[in-house]
């Protein structure tokens, strides 16, 4: 409807948009709630392990799914973050793939061909990598456009969805958006979908220990005097 049709509309216009104005008003309040709760879970956040499942889903140039399972450990002291990813299945078969973040420094070993990569530029990738564990409201402020798309149940838990759009025009060239279900009362992700332009990636947790002491490999992987180092 145009405004142009005059005065005595005006009041039948308010009355249509008002629901919608109170519903974005609720959106924003539920938000704002959300993000309080995860600056205040985030606090007292320290370590975490979780079973996980990656599902790497390529859409071009041939549709393939990819599926890894394993268990992830998280650490956080002082604003720095740990990550190790410890596989045990790909696509159905036994994997001992491990993924490392380290003071800034991100890995792969592969064991099958003794090899360990290193990602040089992976500093870009901390935004990835803490998303949503331990994370605070603040700091998914600063990194990305939030939107709140309402709740939902899952593994029995109320989580938060919320969809990102990375900040950064960098990141933006390949990922468009994020959507994360969180449970704002503990700032870990159940379950995370990275859009890129030519795939998917969906990340899904369960099974939490919440500030435990994580296992001294936690963070490592063993190599031997055969292993193959390379950048990339």
Same mark, same amino acid.
């Given at each position: 409807?145009?405004?142009?049709?005059?005065? =005595?509309?005006?009041?039948?216009?308010?009355?249509? +948009? +008002? $629901?919608?104005?109170?519903?974005?008003?609720?959106?924003?309040?539920?938000?704002?709630?959300?993000?309080?709760?995860?600056?205040?879970?985030?606090?007292?956040?320290?370590? &975490?392990?979780?079973?996980?499942?990656?599902? @790497? %889903? #390529?859409?071009?140039?041939?549709? *393939?799914?990819?599926?890894? !399972?394993?268990?992830?450990?998280?650490?956080?002291?002082? @604003?720095? &973050?740990?990550?190790?990813?410890?596989?045990?299945?790909?696509?159905?078969?036994?994997?001992? !793939?491990?993924?490392? /973040?380290?003071?800034?420094?991100?890995?792969?070993? *592969? $064991?099958?061909?003794?090899?360990?990569?290193?990602?040089?530029?992976?500093?870009?990738? #901390?935004?990835? =990598?803490?998303?949503?564990?331990?994370?605070?409201?603040?700091?998914?402020?600063?990194?990305?456009? =939030? #939107? /709140?798309?309402?709740?939902?149940?899952?593994?029995? &838990?109320?989580?938060?969805?919320? #969809?990102?759009?990375?900040?950064? $025009?960098? +990141?933006?060239?390949?990922?468009?958006?994020?959507?994360?279900?969180?449970?704002?009362?503990?700032?870990?992700?159940?379950?995370?979908?990275?859009?890129? @332009?030519?795939? !998917? /990636?969906?990340?899904?947790?369960?099974?939490?220990?919440?500030? %435990?002491? +994580?296992?001294?490999?936690?963070?490592?992987?063993?190599?031997?005097?055969?292993?193959?180092?390379?950048?990339?």
């Amino acid at each position: 409807m145009r405004l142009s049709f005059g005065n =005595i509309f005006y009041p039948a216009l308010l009355l249509a +948009l +008002l $629901p919608g104005c109170t519903a974005l008003a609720a959106t924003q309040d539920d938000l704002k709630t959300v993000l309080g709760r995860l600056d205040v879970s985030a606090a007292n956040f320290h370590s &975490v392990s979780a079973q996980v499942e990656f599902d @790497n %889903i #390529e859409t071009d140039p041939v549709p *393939e799914t990819d599926v890894q !399972k394993g268990v992830v450990y998280y650490d956080r002291k002082n @604003n720095s &973050v740990q990550m190790g990813v410890h596989m045990s299945e790909h696509d159905g078969k036994p994997s001992g !793939k491990t993924y490392t /973040y380290v003071s800034g420094v991100f890995k792969l070993f *592969e $064991p099958g061909v003794n090899q360990v990569t290193t990602f040089v530029k992976a500093g870009k990738w #901390e935004s990835y =990598i803490d998303l949503g564990f331990g994370a605070s409201g603040k700091d998914l402020q600063a990194k990305w456009d =939030i #939107e /709140y798309l309402g709740s939902e149940q899952m593994g029995g &838990v109320s989580t938060a969805m919320l #969809e990102l759009t990375p900040r950064d $025009p960098e +990141l933006r060239k390949n990922l468009s958006k994020v959507t994360i279900w969180v449970d704002a009362d503990h700032a870990v992700s159940l379950k995370q979908v990275f859009n890129f @332009n030519s795939s !998917k /990636y969906i990340c899904q947790y369960s099974s939490f220990n919440f500030n %435990i002491k +994580l296992p001294g490999d936690a963070f490592k992987f063993k190599t031997n005097a055969q292993t193959v180092y390379q950048n990339q």
